[in-house]
């Protein structure tokens, strides 16, 4: 019987004390920290190789992210739904980001409400979105968890003067 939401919340709270939700943001800065500067050297460049660094990271970070929380939370016997609450639960306890899913015909958007962290740091400033690493984190982690292969798009960027960050999301055959 699949777990509800109340009891999938209780499990991640004793799973993932208060010490390890702040060793885990502490760790994530350092993360944003390269990704700011690594962005700042394409700025400076525009060299193209450097976005898809970006991408090809995040994807790293992201799959290790999936295998993490399967791992942690027990979830390999687990439906996909149950995955995808375990994950929900998981975001919005570490609550770097809030996310609202959508489906649209061929596609899935994931809408990183108020922008993703990195896009805070160059609100307004680029004209051009540019969440590269959080694109490959969503399809990293995706492979993780779901074992899906996706190609994901930001479609709009707080950077370039949207409201949001919002990521279109299409499974590869
Ligand atoms: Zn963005």
């Not at 994530?28 to 990704?35: C, G, L, Q, R």
């Not at 929380?69 to 439906?79: N, T």
């Not at 896009?119 to 690493?133: D, P, V, W």
Request: with cysteine; hydrophobic share 35%.
């Amino acid at each position: 019987m699949e777990d509800d939401f109340k009891n999938i919340s209780n499990k991640v709270n004793s799973v993932l004390p208060d010490d390890w939700i702040g060793g885990f943001e502490l760790g994530w800065s350092w993360t944003e920290d390269f990704e700011r500067r690594i962005y700042s050297l394409y700025l400076q460049g525009m060299n193209s190789n450097l976005l898809k660094l970006l991408y090809d990271a995040g994807y790293d970070t992201g799959k290790r992210l999936g295998e993490g929380i399967l791992s942690y939370f027990e979830l390999e016997p687990r439906s996909l739904k149950e995955r995808a609450y375990y994950f929900d639960v998981f975001l919005s306890k570490i609550q770097i980001v809030t996310i609202k899913y959508s489906k649209e015909e061929g596609y899935r958007v994931l809408t990183f409400i108020g922008g993703t962290q990195f896009s805070r740091n160059f609100k307004e400033l680029t004209g051009e979105s540019i969440c590269h690493h959080t694109a490959g984190l969503i399809a990293g982690c995706t492979k993780a968890l779901f074992n899906r292969d996706v190609i994901v798009v930001e479609s709009r960027c707080l950077a370039k003067g949207d409201t949001d960050c919002e990521f279109r999301v299409w499974v590869t055959e």
